[in-house]
């Protein structure tokens, strides 16, 4: 009903401008007056966590475009290797697990049978698995050893949203945890972090306030055939986000690519008017990523692509080859997945509107998909 919607027209609309809050929420509680982590609901002892020498992530779907982006920040932040991998294709190439490989499964639903499979081969093989779920007391973290509960609140709404930015945030929480459990990270910094991803809300409620020029233009894109993706980094499992909820909700083809990749094929697709989005990471600190993704820009254009940039306030180097530019506040690198990932919700959304799509329950789908 209207009132469950809380006066929106869907509850993808309303669960969309949640997400500060839900941001919010899932870091409520979970950082000390010193402002350390406190994460003993993850009931695995810390002298099993020193002992972790690997990390491997396994979920589906927006779920698993969460975990590619934790990879970045567990390697950067903690030194072990972390492997990500679609629950569906892990446990049948005979994945080498053992009692020191820490496991994490993503899960919003908590019933994905793909998800829960591959756990259950996991914890066959002796390792722990810690379960990321939005939802109390489901199969998936009943199974685990151990749960980070996200606390997005219940999502509707087919397309994931406030889920995949909990998801996030609980990501860089347990890459943090690990750091300060383990010693590879020392409190200054861990604080400077926590710092950084307590000012997100804030900047995921700014971008939510700029996007009216984002629906106009997904309006006018109604009629395409296809969109694609560009991301590096972190911006690339943006990227892949981008292109599967406009698959999912506008049904378009929509494809995401590392911009890095583009000349190893796929800038073949590119032809007059092609709408390209592209994620640009912060011209500060690693520049260099910036620079590269500046001259992808400037080849997709020369080819004419339609150049639709997402880019951070001040970065003025993108605005010559942007047709369209979408301002996100500026952020650490490894935190703009939680930004730049809202205006490509927003978008898809408007444009399944604007195709006379049904938004909250996209044809085909079901919120959680509970066979393998
Ligand atoms: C997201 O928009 C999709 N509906 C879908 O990819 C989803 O993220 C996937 O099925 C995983 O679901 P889960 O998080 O409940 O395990």
Redesign the pocket.
Known sequence: SAAEKGGYDYFMLKEIAEQPKAVADTLLGRIDGSGSLRLDEVRIPAGALREIDKVVIV?????FHAGMIAKYAIEHWTRLPCEVELASEFRYRDPILDAQTLVIA???????MD?LMALRHAREQGSRVLAICNTNGSTIPRESDAVLYTHAGPEVA???TK?FLTQLVACYLVALYLGQVRGTKWGDEIRAVIRDLSSIAGAVDRVLGTMEPVRELARTLASKKTVLFLGRHVGYPVALEGA??LK?LAYMHAEGFAAGELKHGPIALIEEDLPVVVVVPSPRGRSVLHDKIVSNIQEIRARGARTIVIAEEGDEEVVPYADHLIRIPATPTLLQPLVATVPLQVFACELATARGNEVDQPRN?A???TVE
């Open positions: 979920a589906c779907g927006t779920a993503i899960s919003q639903s908590g019933e994905t998800t087919v397309a994931s889920a599967l909820k999912e789908l919120k959680s998909v």
